[in-house]
Nanobody
Framework: QVQLVESGGGLVQPGGSLRLSCAASGSIFSMHAMGWYRQAPGKQRELVASATNDGSTNYADSVKGRFTISTNNANNTVFLQMNSLEPEDTAVYYC????????????????WGQGTQVTVSS
């Protein structure tokens, strides 16, 4: 069983900052990538940022230069530092992990957190 637990969402004024955290725990054989998606009301879920275990990162164009993803591979944790937040960043943010569970046959799978609300408003 693998669980992802997120924290750090909340209400912030435009131009402010928030830091999201997500820790994966349970029977993990190997971690391949972690990242963040978000879903605003009435919109599809979209990729915000991702990081692979070889250090590669990827960002949505809308957050480049404002958001930074980082990981602690030893603890299977991923962070999202969000600066210069805009009202358009308001959404539920979901952590994900692409990993092999310890349970045989150890096929790569995606796991998701429960989501954390980020609201940017004055």
């Amino acid at each position: 069983q693998v669980q992802l637990v997120e924290s750090g969402g909340g209400l912030v004024q435009p131009g402010g900052s928030l830091r999201l955290s997500c820790a994966a725990s349970g029977s993990i054989f190997s971690m391949h990538a972690m990242g963040w998606y978000r879903q605003a009301p009435g919109k599809q879920r979209e990729l915000v940022a991702s990081a692979t275990n070889d250090g590669s990162t990827n960002y949505a164009d809308s957050v480049k230069g404002r958001f930074t993803i980082s990981t602690n591979n030893a603890n299977n944790t991923v962070f999202l530092q969000m600066n210069s937040l805009e009202p358009e960043d308001t959404a539920v943010y979901y952590c994900y992990a692409h990993l092999r569970p310890s349970l045989l046959p150890r096929l790569p799978q995606d796991y998701w957190g429960q989501g954390t609300q980020v609201t940017v408003s004055s």
